[in-house]
């Protein structure tokens, strides 16, 4: 039932382009694989077809950061929620960059200004798996949640980066994350 690609084909881009929210998953040599739901409109962008890029926001934790400055394999995947059913999954090799980094300030104009913008993830995808998503359950897609974007704004700048520096330095299996310069 599954379907390896070694690009992302145009009707594959046009399913990607309709969803809601993804999942990334990483792993550090040792230590915990790392799961992660990511959403909120406008940030993901398929650079091309073995290329994507997506704004990491601040969050509780950074352990994409971390994982990636030790191994840098990724696994990025979308279900089918509404519609014909559907599994993707893009597997291939990533970076991040942070506000200081060249990289950043060439790409950052991809995406819309959101608040507590933490770092851009750049994914150079070497397959593409489908599968059928069958047992993948309906889902109606109500509304993007605010609260981060509140938050965020509410912060300010200043106190975003001192959230970062009490929460985001290190993973929870004490990676450096490096969201500071060394």
């Not at 650079?47 to 394999?73: C, F, P, Y």
Request: hydrophobic letters at 40%; one cysteine or more; glycine letters at 6%.
């Amino acid at each position: 039932m599954a379907n390896f690609f070694n690009e992302i084909t145009p009707a594959l881009k046009t399913f990607i382009e309709g969803q809601h929210i993804f999942f990334v998953a990483t792993a550090a040599t040792e230590g915990r694989i790392n799961l992660s739901p990511k959403g909120l409109a406008d940030t993901f962008r398929i650079v091309d077809k073995n290329r994507v890029l997506w704004l990491n926001l601040t969050g509780s934790g950074n352990e994409t950061a971390a994982h990636i400055l030790q191994n840098d394999r990724m696994t990025i995947m979308f279900c089918s929620f509404e519609g014909k059913p559907l599994i993707l999954r893009l597997y291939g090799n990533a970076k991040v960059y942070h506000e200081r980094d060249i990289e950043f300030q060439n790409n950052k104009h991809l995406f819309p200004e959101i608040p507590g913008t933490r770092q851009i993830v750049d994914m150079i995808i070497e397959s593409v798996q489908t599968s059928c998503g069958y047992a993948v359950p309906f889902m109606d897609f109500k509304e993007e949640r605010q609260q981060l974007n509140a938050w965020a704004e509410k912060q300010g700048k200043e106190h975003i980066k001192n959230y970062w520096m009490e929460k985001n330095t290190k993973s929870i299996d004490g990676l450096e994350t490096n969201i500071f310069e060394d």
